[in-house]
Nanobody, 122 residues
Framework: QVQLVESGGGLVQAGDSLRLSCAAS????????MGWFRQAPGKEREFVGT????????HYADSVKGRFTISRDNAKNTVYLQMNSLKPEDTAVYYC???????????????WGQGTQVTVSS
């Protein structure tokens, strides 16, 4: 069982930066691929990006490519989402997720966090 807890959300202005963290429990964190998703009110959950278990491979949605960066610290059981040049359309609840495979792109993650709200004002 893996428990995920996101933090770092908040209210920022357009153009600002924010870093989200996702702390994971369990000793197998370093073997899991990790993903970030977001869901805006009235919209479906959207893929943001993913990072492989080793951290050597990342993939991003076109909407955030060049602005967002995913990284991880396996010694701290934590994955990060650095968000730069934020736009109002980035407003959403952001979720992290864990998948048992070492590298994964998709929506069928095994574990999900509870989410953290990010609001970007114009």
């Amino acid at each position: 069982q893996v428990q995920l807890v996101e933090s770092g959300g908040g209210l920022v202005q357009a153009g600002d930066s924010l870093r989200l963290s996702c702390a994971a429990s369990g000793r197998t964190f370093s073997s899991y691929a990790m993903g970030w998703f977001r869901q805006a009110p009235g919209k479906e959950r959207e893929f943001v990006g993913t990072i492989s278990a080793s951290g050597g491979s990342t993939h991003y949605a076109d909407s955030v490519k060049g602005r967002f960066t995913i990284s991880r610290d396996n010694a701290k059981n934590t994955v990060y989402l650095q968000m730069n040049s934020l736009k109002p359309e980035d407003t959403a609840v952001y979720y992290c997720a864990a998948h048992r495979s070492s590298d994964y792109i998709g929506f069928r993650y095994d574990y999900w966090g509870q989410g953290t709200q990010v609001t970007v004002s114009s």
